[in-house]
């Protein structure tokens, strides 16, 4: 192959102006490393008019497309988010042969397997380590190191955006609103943060984490997905007291054969791995049946840490360059979707309920609890005050999917009770 490899770059945001500068400052071993220069030939942005500290002789243009269409162009990176252009750009890379990169997160759970195969037909290689965890290296840690284990389960917080503002809500005791605030302030929480705090973003990185564990190609449809823009200061409270801290975790385990993925608020015990993950960080929980739990942690975002990714899957191909293994797929383990039966995914749950406070509603509740055959293994009561309400917050022995759902449905029916929450619980 030739002694310099041309690079296309499509959008020069946070994570693009990253990559510049790492091309720029690591250049000398990037070459030591690989055996090989990078040159940015070219780079696709909104506005050219704009002043950027980019290499000297480096072409700026408005269309992504030329970036694919220019033959001397041997890998085309996309950092500009979004789907549906960004999906044409990898698409026409990908028919044209050219080696392809991406951190797009949402366009690889909603179009992944259509590129994948793309890729394949075409003998080009399409990466995309950057686009869970940020500078945590997960997914070739998956196919490299797990390749001779079983994975059980994945799980961990991988949206920065929630862990922040959960951080300042269990340690500052401050409100949703004054959280997302700060993180609106600080850069950590985009002006519209509805990808983060309702979990979208986050069950992104559970599909394609799944993919890599189980070889299992989900729609963000075929599981649950509850962000944190409901959570309220009292469950907060109420957690920490229990001797709990509550995170966004997403999760992704095999259960008698069937795999069930969710993404949620969960109480972690304040002595478990993941109670210890603040602020903007990330960190994932990989399950082998050989090698047991190992945790994976690190920035979950940010321009030099995702950019870092992003120059590791540059690195990476030119390496299948030299050896001649380019349009490799990225992950080619492959396994049938098959959903795990409700009936066997049993967790432990937190319940956030109020009722009258008045004598009888307690009782109603048990009885509601024993008739689907459940119980708990703490519950705390405290009115409220000068309201006639009062709130109760239970910890529950394990509950199975049905049973969790026949409770909301009973629940629901009783006038007088109101189920605010109900978040599950995660044990040692």
């Known amino acids: 192959m030739n002694t310099t ?31 090989c220069d990078f040159n940015l030939k070219a780079v696709a942005v909104r506005n050219p008019n704009r002043k950027r500290d980019l290499p000297e002789g480096v072409r700026l243009t408005t269309d992504p497309m030329t970036l694919a269409d220019d033959p001397d162009i041997d890998v085309v990176i996309e950092l500009m988010g979004g ?11 990908l028919a044209k042969g050219k080696q392809v990169v991406t951190a797009n997160k949402a366009l690889l759970a909603e179009e992944g397997e259509s590129l994948f195969r793309l890729a394949d037909e075409k003998g080009a290689t399409l990466l995309y380590e950057a686009s869970v965890a940020g500078g945590i290296p997960i997914l070739r840690t998956i196919v490299n ?4 284990d079983n994975i059980l389960e994945v799980k961990g917080i991988v949206n920065g955006t929630t862990n922040y503002i959960l951080t300042q809500m269990n340690q500052k005791h401050w409100t949703y609103e004054e959280a997302l605030k700060k993180a609106q302030e600080l850069g950590f929480a985009e002006a519209d943060p509805t990808n983060d705090v309702t979990g979208k973003d986050a069950a992104y990185k559970m599909i394609i984490l799944s993919y890599f564990a189980f070889g299992t190609q989900l729609k963000i449809d ?16 109420q957690a920490e007291s229990l001797g709990y801290v509550i995170k966004l975790v997403g999760s992704a385990k095999v259960i008698n054969g069937g795999v069930f993925v969710d993404v949620a608020p969960t109480l972690v015990p304040e002595d478990h791995p993941l109670a210890t993950i603040n602020n903007e960080f990330n960190a994932v929980m990989v399950t082998g049946k050989a090698v047991g739990d190992t945790l994976f942690y690190g920035p979950g975002a940010g321009g030099l840490p995702t950019a870092n990714s992003v120059l590791s899957d540059i690195t990476s191909e030119v390496k299948n360059l030299i050896m001649g293994t380019s349009g490799h797929a990225f992950n080619t383990y492959q396994n049938e979707y098959v959903p795990a039966d409700p009936d066997n995914v049993r967790y432990p749950y937190y319940l956030s309920l109020t009722m009258p406070d008045v004598s009888g509603q307690m009782l109603k509740f048990t009885r509601i609890m024993a008739d689907i055959k459940a119980s708990f293994s703490q519950i705390v009561q405290a009115p409220i005050k000068d309201e006639g309400i009062a709130h109760v917050a239970v910890i529950t022995h394990e509950l199975s999917q049905s049973q969790l759902a026949e409770l909301k449905k009973q ?3 009783a006038d007088s009770i109101k189920l605010n929450a109900a978040y599950k619980v995660l044990e040692n």
């Open 5 to 35: 490899l041309n690079i296309g770059l499509a959008g020069l945001g946070t994570v693009g102006g990253g990559l510049v500068r790492l091309l720029s400052e690591n250049a000398e071993e990037i070459r030591a490393r690989s055996g």
């Open 222 to 237: 075929d599981f649950k997905t509850e962000g944190i823009d409901t959570l309220n200061a009292y469950d907060v409270s």
């Open 83 to 93: 789907i549906d252009t960004a999906k044409e750009l990898i698409t026409r890379s």
């Open 145 to 148: 190191s797990f390749a001779a």
């Open 411 to 413: 629940l629901q029916q």
